[in-house]
């Protein structure tokens, strides 16, 4: 079964440094995500990217984060100058979804998460 | 902006009992998710729905649009179905599919 592959699985980082978390998304879908969950809390959006642009982003998603798809294979989120709070699980996402409503026969979701990058911020 | 709730926050459960799990949701949606996250933090998508009731071997999804509420169910639980279930929705005239997370259900079943 495709998968999302996301690199590295942990990365620790000292505070003010850059830091760069790589994913492959599956070869056939549109849409990509980042989305983090720091320690204990829920999973929040950060953006979404479709056509080589992002689509949507979040209040969470400044300008200390960007994301890119350097090669048609690759989808990166940099985060610049990191402090502690950045500390968190980071996943990645693709889907075959357009938010038109559809009924999607098999009930099976089209949307696929890589097992996700821990950031630690020291 | 959409809120999603989940309930119970934790749920005890022994082998082989049936067990459900509710979401509600605000506003609108174009779709409804139910997502499985293990131990070890990775999520895996179970359901996607937007109507009806979808069913995947033990698992059953369900969903009311007029009362925005759904369900997870789970029949002949087993100590392996144990992880934290989430419900997460796309909002109607929301970009593109992305999330918005409930605090998800730690569901553990003991032999």
């Known amino acids: 079964e495709p998968e999302v592959t996301q690199t590295p699985s942990h990365q620790v980082t000292q505070m003010g440094q850059e830091v760069i978390l790589r994913c492959v998304p599956i070869?056939?879908?549109?849409?990509f995500y980042w989305y983090r969950q720091i320690l204990g809390q829920k999973v929040e959006f950060l953006v979404s990217?479709?056509?080589?642009?992002?689509?949507?982003k979040s209040e969470i998603f400044d300008d200390q984060f960007s994301v890119e798809r350097p090669d048609g294979s690759n989808f990166t989120l940099k985060i610049r100058s990191t402090k502690l709070e950045d500390s968190a699980m980071y996943f990645c996402?693709?889907?075959?979804?357009?938010?038109?409503?559809?009924?999607?026969?098999?009930?099976?979701?089209?949307?696929?998460f890589g097992s996700g990058t821990r950031l630690t911020v020291v | 902006k959409n809120e999603v709730e989940q309930s119970p926050q934790n749920l005890t459960a022994q082998e082989g009992e049936f067990i459900t799990i509710n979401c509600s949701y605000s506003?609108?949606?174009?779709?409804l998710h139910w997502l499985q996250q293990h131990p070890g933090g990775g999520i895996v998508s179970l359901f996607m729905?937007?109507?009806g009731k979808k069913k995947h071997g033990r698992l059953i999804a369900t969903i009311n649009i007029q009362e925005k509420h759904s369900s997870l169910h789970i029949t002949a639980s087993h100590p392996r179905d144990s992880a934290v279930y989430i419900c997460?929705?796309?909002?109607?005239?929301?970009?593109?599919?992305?999330?918005?997370f409930g605090k998800g259900t730690k569901l553990s079943v003991k032999p």
């Open positions: 506003v609108g949606i174009s779709a």
């Open positions: 070869s056939n879908h549109l849409y």
């Open positions: 997460a929705a796309t909002n109607y005239g929301g970009s593109q599919g992305n999330l918005i």
């Open positions: 996402a693709s889907s075959d979804y357009s938010d038109r409503g559809a009924d999607l026969g098999s009930g099976r979701a089209g949307y696929t």
């Open positions: 990217f479709y056509n080589n642009e992002i689509s949507e």
């Open positions: 729905l937007s109507s």
